[in-house]
């Protein structure tokens, strides 16, 4: 997007003359011409942007011409910096030797702005042949964004999103069919229908209600990339725990045969395309022992589901008629009222015409409910939407209803909804991940008294208020955990991104074709090295799902963001080695996710990687050690590395911007409580350690900010938990002690911080049973209970808990846990291991019965 890069660039430009300005020499005033054309072309940019709309071609060429004058100007002052800045690692005789080569990259970036000012001329001469006009409000629609987000922060965290309006009857009906004792057959049940007409929306209300009548039960997103293996793999991993290593498809339908054997099951695949995977699952996998085991299907093609059961009626989703389409758009627009409050009544008049316009189909009726929740709630600001959009539905989906909901977002929206398409389709996306890889681009602008993150949050909730996101989970707090794309949201991401040329997406993207117009993004999603040569060596953001190869990353000298992911097992692929990360100097967000061994990180090199932000690795290796040189990177903010510890920071050194540290440990080091490093703004915390502890505590005291504190080691320190040391952290909410605590310590629930909502306890030791004082903490909500917590048989819940809402027991030795009646009233979600029998009150009985 043009106005996205040129906001980039201009902040790029402003560091460079700030941090960089003498190595610039001469070339400074080219900079600075080309910073104050920029900031004029600004001004263009929303009507062009207008007239994009209205189908100007001219208009999207300018625009096309403004990006792509944009990102060389950022690209030449990057190389230009790579170049200049490896030298000042150099030893002086190396310096001596290599001065002559400043002067030259200076001549090359002098030659590349005199271009770029030449083409800058001439996109001003179109802009007045092609009518572009000035804005005066470029920003006018961020601002008023950022200044209603407050209110809309606070409400939303009380949103029911199982609210659906249309849908209760026919859940019954598909429930009566999966209840049918009288067939005994394996059936197959299909709900059709075109997209964004509720069919997953129905099929989860249905395996929430129906999973406890089975003995297996899975929901799987197919999607039109499915993997068989893939789709194996999740159900045996889901059926039993204990999987072997397993590489063959073969082996995985045997396995899956063997465990289901004459087990009533429900399976449910949402969003199939193929009837190829019907015949896989129905007539090779699935076993019909006649015990009323079902599957349930969603899929938008008529001829899948008569190839899935031909003695099963479809079952056929209607549109909304117009009560219900009124009620579903109100719902969706006024998100925060209570539900027997009534709605404006001088509204119901035009609300009518708006819905009648999305023709009864549930998501364009959603999505323009999160337009109007952004607008006066006025007979005339509805009526002015109802007049100026673009209303053609073409009978088969609603992309212009959600093409309607993209126009209307401000600029910053719009490339951080683009982003979205970057992930693989029904890909569960964390927040905390997407929101550190926005401000890596850049997307995210300083906001006064907010930090980005909290701007950024800001507009992951405003995405999901507009409806333009699903929250698949959300943290204690409210805030959102994970997100997704619903399927038509997703085509429209990815069309949008393939139009502004914002994201190369292998192996399907149209670039294979084209690779000159390849985007400065890349997700490579399943990819091998034939397709690297689509991939720019100049590119910002590479993604790398599943990846069958991994290229030599030193190619790509002008990386800002790199992503690697393997989240799922692949039987028989082979290591890869990530190679030439010392290499990336612009590298500021590194996320490594490798939960099955199969990548090597020559960990040495993160020590040269000086303006690194984000460093979030989670992968296997217990035992390594990050290099002390990664603290001189002093932009850094986040630091996690799980299972993997870092070496102790640098001692008498303060680290201002440092706010996430996961794992650290002060063992065998030469600590003293004089010389502990300073983490004044350090807001997340994760301590392992076995013998310095005093070192540990003292620290601790310093950390007045933190929200969220871990501690693995054994035993834990009396300090942390007596005498009383944590309820001094007014702001720490979450929690989590992994190790003995010391037989002559008392737990008390006046130990704990006044505030806490999140608790983790783990192999405590404990001599008394803790339920009592636990009880007692106000605003817990979370609370996880592992390993040997406790010596005796019985645990008791007598009172108090009032806000608990998820509970986790995954007890050693604990042979019942009984909770009293009216105890725990809001808890929602009960996950217990095999063998600690749960006695639950009436009340809350149906928690057990999964």
């Known amino acids: 997007m043009a106005m996205a890069a040129v906001n980039f660039v201009l902040v790029k430009i402003e560091e460079t003359i700030l941090k960089e300005g003498e190595l610039l020499g001469g070339v400074g005033v080219d900079v600075n011409w080309l910073k104050r054309e920029l900031r004029h072309i600004q001004c263009f940019l929303c009507d062009a942007d207008s007239k994009c709309r209205r189908g100007d071609a001219r208009a999207v060429n300018w625009l096309n011409e403004v990006r792509d004058v944009a990102y060389r100007i950022n690209d030449a002052i990057d190389i230009f910096l790579v170049e200049s800045n490896r030298q000042k690692d150099l030893s002086f005789k190396e310096k001596l030797k290599r001065m002559w080569r400043e002067p030259k990259e200076l001549h090359k970036l002098a030659i590349e702005l005199g271009n770029l000012k030449k083409m800058f001329e001439g996109i001003m001469e179109r802009r007045i042949n092609y009518g572009i006009e000035l804005a ?155 015990n009323g085991s079902r599957v349930l299907m969603t899929s938008r093609s008529i001829y899948v589901a008569i190839s899935a059961d031909c003695r099963m009626s479809l079952y056929k989703l209607d549109f909304l008629n117009d009560k219900e389409s009124r009620d579903l758009l109100f719902k969706k627009t006024f998100f925060y009222q209570e539900l027997d409050e009534e709605y404006p009544n001088d509204l119901l008049e035009i609300a009518d015409a708006l819905s009648k316009r999305c023709k009864g189909l549930p998501l364009a009726l959603i999505v323009l409910g999160g337009i109007l929740s952004t607008k006066d709630h006025t007979y005339i600001a509805w009526e002015r939407v109802l007049r100026t959009m673009n209303w053609q539905l073409d009978g088969r989906d609603c992309m212009d209803v959600l093409a309607m909901s993209y126009d209307d977002m401000s600029f910053d929206l719009k490339i951080c909804f683009l982003y979205l398409a970057f992930f693989p389709e029904d890909y569960k996306i964390s927040s905390k991940r997407l929101i550190k890889m926005w401000i890596a681009e850049g997307f995210i602008p300083h906001g006064g008294k907010k930090s980005m993150e909290e701007i950024a949050e800001d507009y992951l909730e405003e995405l999901l208020q507009r409806n333009m996101v699903e929250a698949s989970s959300r943290y204690s707090n409210g805030s959102i955990r994970e997100c997704r794309v619903p399927g038509l949201l997703y085509d429209l991401a990815m069309h949008k991104a393939e139009q502004e040329n914002f994201v190369t997406i292998l192996p399907k993207s149209q670039h294979i074709n084209h690779p000159d117009r390849a985007a400065y993004r890349a997700s490579l999603q399943s990819c091998n090295s034939q397709l690297f040569k689509y991939v720019r060596r100049n590119a910002h953001s590479l993604l790398f799902f599943l990846p069958k190869d991994l290229p030599e990353f030193n190619e790509f000298r002008l990386l800002k963001v790199l992503e690697i992911i393997v989240d799922v097992d692949i039987p028989g692929e082979r290591s890869l080695m990530v190679m030439g990360l010392d290499r990336l100097f612009h590298l500021k967000y590194l996320g490594i996710r490798d939960w099955r061994g199969r990548l090597t990180i020559p960990v040495r090199s993160l020590g040269s990687l000086k303006n690194l932000e984000t460093l979030d690795l989670q992968v296997l290796g217990i035992g390594l050690t990050i290099p002390l040189g990664l603290w001189a990177a002093d ?127 783990w192999g405590s030791n404990l001599l008394q049973d803790p339920m009592e004082e636990l009880g007692k903490l106000t605003y817990l909500m979370v609370l996880k209970l592992r390993g040997k917590l406790y010596r005796g048989k019985q645990m008791i819940c007598q009172a108090g808990f009032p806000e608990l809402r998820r509970l986790v027991l995954d007890l050693m030795d604990v042979e019942v846990f009984k909770v009293a009646e009216g105890v725990m009233p809001n808890l929602k979600y009960l996950k217990k291991n095999r063998t600690t029998k749960v006695e639950m009150p009436p009340e809350l009985k149906h928690l057990t019965d999964d």
């Open 136 to 290: 005066q409000d470029i920003m006018g629609r961020s601002d008023t964004y950022m200044n209603m987000m407050p209110y809309r922060r606070t409400t939303y965290q009380n949103v029911d999103e199982t609210q659906v309006v249309g849908l209760d009857a026919d859940r019954n009906k598909i429930l009566e069919l999966l209840r049918d004792e009288k067939m005994r057959r394996r059936a197959v049940i299909t709900i059709v229908g075109p997209g964004g007409i509720g069919k997953t929306t129905l099929a989860c209300m249905v395996y929430k209600s129906a999973m406890r009548d089975f003995e297996y039960h899975i929901m799987l997103p197919v999607s039109q990339q499915f993997s068989q293996k893939d789709l194996l793999l999740k159900m045996v991993t889901k059926f039993d725990y204990n999987v072997p290593d397993i590489t063959e498809t073969d082996e995985l339908i045997l396995k899956l045969r063997e465990k289901l054997g004459r087990s009533k099951y429900l399976i449910i695949l949402d969003d199939v395309w193929n009837d190829g995977l019907c015949h896989l699952l129905l007539e090779d996998i699935l076993p019909d022992s006649k």
């Open 635 to 761: 932009k850094l903010w986040h630091a996690q590395y799980n299972d993997i510890i870092f070496e102790a920071l640098p001692p008498n050194t303060e680290f201002t911007n440092l706010q996430t540290l996961k794992w650290v440990t002060f063992d065998d080091k030469p600590w003293s409580i004089d010389n502990i490093p300073r983490l004044p703004n350090l807001r997340s915390l994760g301590l392992w350690g076995y013998s310095n502890w005093d070192v540990v505590v003292h620290l601790l005291e310093t950390l007045v900010l933190l929200i969220s504190l871990e501690i693995r080691g054994s035993p834990i320190p009396n300090e942390i938990v007596y005498p009383k040391m944590l309820p001094n952290y007014e702001n720490l909410q979450t929690l989590s002690l992994d190790g003995k605590w010391s037989p002559d310590v008392i737990l008390e629930a006046s130990s704990f911080p006044a505030h806490l909502i999140k608790l983790t306890l």
